[in-house]
């Protein structure tokens, strides 16, 4: 079906889990399962075609419920996805994110051998994900979920995660998260940044044109269109450590947080930098209409924000650097799992925890794999050489860090890894049309 001449997105055709950012607070369980049986896996994307939700009814009181389908490589394949199909979605998935660990600095603890199994192996083929505000929400997403699965003994459940957002909401590190959602023209749900203009729908949906005026899609149309792509990550916060490191290079408590924020970009309570670099401010951090209502044009060099700061390598805005930074924008959806460390605790307790992360966009190569291993795991691109990101980089203890300040800048050495991979799927999460055209597939 052609792009309507108003540019809208055929939002009852796009799965709710692309456009809408996750709620707050919120509960969600991931699914992961295997299909051995071709015919029941079909049955299964019929089943899922009515209980997927579409992005349509964004002002329903179920809105902030929804249960989304996304299918990897291999879950492709078990379907019986004709080949020249096949040929024509993205290479990055094709090969699926183990096989490019390697170039996305998933080496050593966070290396494939070392994931969570069945995490990055042939056997993961589709992914379920159930997301609400509340546990009730959650249940009853999970129940439509489940009557799809029933009865289907050529389809097997093989792994679940189940998150929650901790008080705040905030990560494990401490800091409020989920603040950033890009606005997206024709999808009627406005970003988070009044400051920057919407990205082209064709940035985040297959089938509509990009930023640089082309359109990029899987064929058939039937089965492209409306879709997008999904890395989905599982990854380990070492909390302990980075308190233990944030603690051991700082002078006083108060100084402990500047340099937690000057890492991050954030204060812990989500207030920018850029909007209040000397001292946190908790009533701005709070404030959905403010906290994210910033650029960096002001700050060249990084006094306020770093240029090595998390938030702003993996979304630099207007900072001049190489390239056409709205290329690179993703959007990214993280929940939180495990219980938290409690507060002052500074050495490991042995706990599973951290965030399930989902980095969603049309273009993997340019979105989701440039930002982690241009953005994140080098620091050419802002002229720091080989210094990674201080939060989620690749470090493995001989990282660097520089803050710049006068008359001198503060430089901090032996950053080790603080998040360790323990998993993850490249997937494609299809239109509702297409889960039929998957459901009706013949050979």
């Known amino acids: 079906m052609p792009e309507s001449v108003s540019g809208l997105l055929e939002l009852e055709d796009i799965q709710s889990g692309v456009l809408r950012p996750r709620p707050a607070p919120y509960v969600a369980t991931y699914l992961l399962l295997r299909i051995d049986d071709r015919k029941a896996g079909r049955e299964l994307m019929r089943r899922l075609s009515k209980v997927v939700a579409s992005a349509a009814h964004r002002e329903s ?27 024509s979605f993205a290479w990055e998935f094709q090969q699926g994110m183990a096989a490019r660990a390697r170039h996305l600095g998933d080496t050593g603890d966070s290396s494939p051998e070392h994931w969570e199994a069945p995490l990055g192996t042939p056997d993961v083929h589709v992914v379920i994900t159930a997301l609400s505000p509340d546990a009730h929400g959650l249940e009853a997403a999970l129940e439509r979920a489940r009557a799809a699965i029933e009865a289907l003994p050529g389809v097997a459940l093989i792994w679940r995660q189940d998150c929650y957002a901790l008080p705040g909401p905030r990560e494990h590190f ?35 044109p990009d930023e640089l005026g082309g359109t990029v899609m899987p064929q058939p149309e039937a089965l492209g269109r409306n879709g997008t792509y999904v890395a989905f990550r599982k990854l380990y916060q070492r909390v302990a450590l980075f308190r233990r490191y944030v603690k051991e290079n700082s002078t006083s408590p108060d100084d402990e947080e500047l ?15 850029a909007l209040s670099p000397s001292s946190d401010n908790p009533e ?28 702003r390598r993996v979304n630099p805005r207007d900072s001049s650097v190489a390239g056409m930074v709205g290329l690179h924008r993703m959007i990214r959806r993280g929940t939180v799992y495990g219980p938290p460390l409690a507060e002052g605790v500074l050495e490991d307790d042995g706990v599973d925890r951290g965030l399930i992360f989902a980095f969603i966009g049309a273009h993997l190569g340019r979105q989701f794999e440039f930002v982690q291993t241009e953005w994140v795991n080098s620091g050419v691109f802002i002229g720091a050489g080989n210094a990674k990101d201080p939060i989620t980089g690749s470090n493995e203890g001989d990282g660097g860090f520089t803050i710049p300040r006068r008359p001198i800048p503060r430089r901090l050495h032996g950053l080790p890894r603080f998040v360790v991979t323990r998993g993850g799927e490249y997937a494609f999460m299809p239109g509702l049309r297409a889960l039929r055209w998957l459901a009706d597939l013949q050979t």
Request: glycine share 14%.
């Open 61 to 87: 009181p179920e809105s902030d419920t929804w249960v989304s389908a996304s299918l990897t490589f291999q879950g492709l394949k078990a379907l019986g996805v004709p080949q020249e199909s096949l040929d």
């Open 174 to 208: 401490g800091f409020r998260d989920g603040m950033s959602h890009p606005a997206i023209e024709g999808s009627g749900i406005p970003g988070t940044n009044p400051a920057q203009r919407p990205h082209k729908a064709g940035e985040f949906v297959l089938g509509y």
């Open 259 to 273: 340099l937690a924020a000057k890492m991050m970009g954030r204060w812990r309570s989500g207030a920018p930098l």
């Open 284 to 311: 701005l951090g709070d404030d959905p209409l403010r906290n994210n209502a910033f650029l960096y044009g002001d700050d060249p060099t990084g006094f306020k924000t770093p240029l090595e700061s998390h938030i």
